[in-house]
């Protein structure tokens, strides 16, 4: 998994540069989408100004979205081993050349350092970047009707997804590749978490006169492609096993995918994998064990939680209230939010390894979905606390 670097993450707080008066997107992933607080906010919108600032600094966003060109695997230069690029390539983030070998190879790991030879490899930079952008032109055409935003969300996902000429292979066998170790690893599937959020938007577009039946027909079929690959191919199901951050992040994906394609068997199968996984991996004290053991512990702690946090929102959707069960063992999602938040609202200093300043909006995610299904009342001010004047403008206003 990629530690926070300004080419990789995806943005969704808003916020704006008083030094100089442009606005700039802060490191952080995504928020999952609850549908039912958007169409609240939707209705709302007219009646409560105090939405209007977000609202207003979203289309701004959408509006020069509006320039960005569609983006493919077909833009990188190098072309994976398969001779197509097609394909979906790239390499481990942690891994560096060995200096003490004249070539480099086999490349040697350093964890939480990141190798900037990452960069080289464009999928790896345009897809998260097409995601995002998808997300906001979605939910730019979502609350304001304007065609013009959905019409080109249509067209990032067509290019990337669906056009024969330019579109992605439904799979992941050359991601996060090792040089002179491997072509691929398991740890590669991570890389594609975003379409969770390009999928959010999708299913904000369904009303759109652009999207249409024929391309959501065609767009669950690749899902459907990608879904059995992850389920049958080698790397896939090694990463199913992953016991720390690495397999909850699969069953995120895998529950998302098989959500939108309607498998409610598959969606029930992995909501119960998942429940297993919790019990397995989180501590009677609400931690992670190994993610504490990484050395941008704090950052894996919340990573993971954001992970368990869409396979909640995800289940509920589907009648199943993993936000409060609890597991064989007396685990609990909960246990693992209660853990965390005093530290993520820094009212507590960390001290378990954190190599790196920790990017306190990378907890905005879980700090505003425990305001709504955790009953945290400080939840919100912490995050206006960390923003002030620039806290009108944040995109979570109107998740």
């Known amino acids: 998994m990629i530690y926070k670097i300004t080419y990789f993450v995806l943005a969704i707080f808003i916020i704006v540069n008083t030094t100089t008066a442009q606005v700039k ?4 992933d995504l ?43 077909m833009d990188k230069i190098a072309v994976p081993p398969s001779g197509s690029k097609h394909d979906y390539m790239s390499i481990g983030p942690y891994w560096w050349p060995d200096i003490t070998k004249p070539d480099g190879l086999p490349y040697i790991r350093k964890d939480g350092e990141v190798n900037p030879e990452v960069k080289d490899y464009q999928d790896k930079n345009n897809m998260p970047k097409l995601c995002e952008n998808v997300y906001v032109l979605s939910l730019a055409y979502y609350f304001s009707g304007r065609e013009k935003y959905a019409a080109h969300a249509t067209k990032l996902m067509q290019v990337w997804f669906l056009d024969s000429s330019t579109k992605m292979n439904p799979n992941l066998n050359f991601g996060q590749a090792v040089k002179g170790r491997n072509t691929g690893r398991a740890e590669g599937i991570i890389d594609t978490r975003q379409f969770i959020f390009a ?24 899902f459907t492609q990608f879904l ?7 790397i896939g199901i090694d990463e199913l096993n992953a016991k720390n951050n690495h397999g909850v992040w699969f069953d995120a994906q895998a529950l998302t995918f098989a959500d939108y394609i309607g498998d409610k068997k598959e969606v029930k199968k992995i909501i119960e994998r998942a429940t297993k996984r919790l019990d397995v991996q989180i501590d009677d004290k609400g931690f992670f064990p190994l993610e504490l053991e990484r050395t941008t512990s704090l950052h ?24 409060n069960l609890q597991t064989q063992s007396g685990k609990s ?34 700090l505003l979905r425990s305001q709504s ?27």
């Open 333 to 366: 999602l909960k246990k693992g939010f209660d853990a965390v938040i005093p530290f993520i609202t820094q009212k507590e200093k960390w001290t378990y390894p954190q190599i790196k300043p920790f990017h306190y909006s990378d907890a905005y995610a879980l």
């Open 31 to 73: 928020v999952k989408l609850d549908f039912n607080i958007l169409a609240q906010k939707k209705k709302s919108l007219a009646k409560d100004k105090t939405l209007l600032p977000a609202y207003k600094q979203l289309l701004k966003n959408a509006d020069a979205l509006l320039k960005y060109k569609p983006v493919s695997v």
């Open 228 to 234: 059995a690959w992850l389920n049958t191919s080698e």
């Open 25 to 28: 997107l802060s490191n952080t």
């Open 300 to 323: 894996y702690t919340v990573f993971i939680l954001n992970a368990f946090n869409i396979i909640a929102q995800v289940a509920e959707k589907n009648e199943i209230d993993f936000y």
């Open 199 to 222: 999928l959010d938007g999708v299913q904000l577009l369904q009303k759109s006169t652009t999207w249409t039946k024929s391309h959501d027909k065609a767009l669950k079929n690749w």
């Open 373 to 399: 299904k955790m009953d945290c009342a400080n939840c919100i001010d912490a995050i206006k606390n960390a923003e002030g004047k620039n806290v009108e403008l944040l995109l979570t206003n109107l998740l």
